[in-house]
């Protein structure tokens, strides 16, 4: 049976702090940014060892989805109402991708902002709605979870998907291996 988008999160995330291993996540510290993925607490610009943190309480689109009188695929608000993490680097089979995350709830209110934005530009190009998780090493393109039927496309920026990677998020992370910088 296929594991849900959280049990795949959770998997991906797991296998990510274990790859980590050994040199640790390390992150620069910035007091100005809190976040409880710290481990530690530093003068700014050191670097600190960090770790993704469950969610308590979980975030919420629900502001969003009233603006834009949208609702959002299920599968999109539970991976950015998992976790307060670092932005995840990743292999994919078709090429190195990194996985957007929110770091705090400041960087949660930006991802909502941008996200806006991009949505009401697919819909002034009269475009199907499209949600960004990611980035790839393709500039200009990223990773984006189809609004109504779940599934996951590479994007040019812009432009309607051009190819389909996965039938779901949690199909698509299952795929991929960690790479920590």
């Known amino acids: 049976m296929a594991l849900t988008i959280s049990a795949q999160l959770d998997k991906f995330v797991s296998s990510y702090v274990e790859h980590a291993k050994g040199e640790g996540l390390k992150i620069a510290f910035d007091s100005e940014w809190p976040s409880p993925c710290y481990e530690e607490t ?3 610009g050191e670097l ?9 309480p979980p975030l919420s689109f629900n502001n969003v989805e009233d603006a834009l009188s949208l609702k959002l695929h299920a599968d999109y608000c ?3 109402t998992t976790y307060y993490s670092d932005n995840l680097k990743a292999k994919a089979p078709q ?3 990194e996985l957007l995350q929110v770091f705090n709830r400041e960087d949660f209110e930006r991802l909502q902002q941008n996200l806006i934005g991009h949505l009401l530009m697919k819909q002034r190009l009269n475009q199907a709605p499209t949600l960004f998780f990611g980035l790839t090493d393709e500039e200009d393109f990223i990773l984006t979870v189809i609004n109504e039927t779940g599934e996951v496309a590479l994007e040019q920026v812009g432009q309607a998907p051009t190819q389909i990677l996965a039938n ?7 795929q991929l291996s960690p790479l920590n910088a």
């Open 95 to 97: 090429g190195d991708c």
């Open 42 to 44: 530093a003068k700014d």
């Open 78 to 80: 539970c991976y950015f």
């Open 48 to 56: 600190v060892e960090w770790a993704p943190k469950r969610q308590s």
């Open 168 to 174: 779901s998020l949690a199909e698509f992370i299952e």
